[in-house]
């Protein structure tokens, strides 16, 4: 067994003495692992993500290759548990260090196979990496078949919204209207909510000309700030 090996299974040993039963079945449940589900096969060991954030501080000097070996696990929370060192060290590393690890990310995109491991992520990485760079990576993720490197392209721009850069909210928002999955529907709707929040004109002017066409769970989703008499507006409209 090589030193990456073996760290990796160090830790993942330390992960399953923290395991808890109840909250891995409940974890199961609210992840929808059952057949058919978006999450079925996925496995839990029943850790909550402060822990999670604890343990990733005492492991937070491995290395990539290790962080690749936790990202391959069957368990949910030791891909969550990588993820969370990874955004660590985005944030406190110099360019070069930020720079390995949006590769690292965008390399191992399949395994970041769950919306809140996504959720988690994403901004941090892709987004905070690709601020002031083209954004296209993120509009090849958006035409993927695969879900979560879809949820990845809307999600990155989480970070932009915050400095008031919109136009690739919109942008791959409009790419996604026609997607058939209902994550990526309330993904996108609570973007381009976010969106709204910093320039309301913005969302209604993208409201205005695919309120009609948008999934109806991406409009309640995006309309949820408005006043009572938009959202209305906006329901009704789109009848």
């Known amino acids: 067994m090589n030193k990456t090996t073996a760290i990796a299974k ?4 330390t992960l399953c003495g923290l395991a808890d039963e109840n909250t891995a079945r409940q974890s199961c449940r609210f992840f929808k ?9 996925d496995l839990f060991l029943g850790i909550r993500v402060p822990v999670l954030r604890r343990i990733a501080r005492q492991f937070q000097d491995i290395s990539l290759p290790v962080t690749s070996k936790l990202l391959y696990s069957p368990y ?3 891909r969550m548990m990588a993820l969370i060192v990874l955004v660590n060290r985005f944030r406190q590393g110099d360019f070069e260090i930020r720079q390995a690890v949006y590769a690292h990310y965008m390399h191992h995109t399949r395994q970041i196979n769950s919306w809140d491991l ?5 901004p941090a990485i892709a987004g905070g990496y690709l601020f002031d760079k083209n954004r296209r990576p993120l509009y090849a993720l958006a035409g993927s078949e695969n879900l979560w490197e879809r949820r990845i392209a809307i999600v990155s721009t ?12 919109i942008g ?14 309330k993904a996108t709707g609570w973007m381009l909510r976010e969106a709204g929040k910093q ?6 002017t993208f409201l205005q000309a695919y309120c009609r066409i948008m999934p109806r769970t991406m409009l ?20």
Do not use: P, W
Request: with cysteine; glycine share 6%.
């Open 10 to 13: 160090d830790i993942q040993n």
């Open 33 to 41: 692992t059952g057949k058919g589900q978006y999450g079925e096969k």
């Open 76 to 78: 949910h929370e030791t």
């Open 118 to 122: 996504v959720d988690v992520s994403a």
């Open 158 to 169: 989480a970070y932009f919204i915050r400095y008031q850069d919109l136009a690739d909210t």
């Open 172 to 185: 791959i928002a409009k790419t996604l209207l026609d997607d058939r999955e209902d994550l990526i529907h």
């Open 199 to 204: 320039d309301q004109t913005v969302l209604e």
């Open 220 to 239: 309640r989703y995006a309309i949820e700030k408005l006043d009572k008499t938009r959202r209305n507006h906006y329901l009704k409209g789109c009848m």
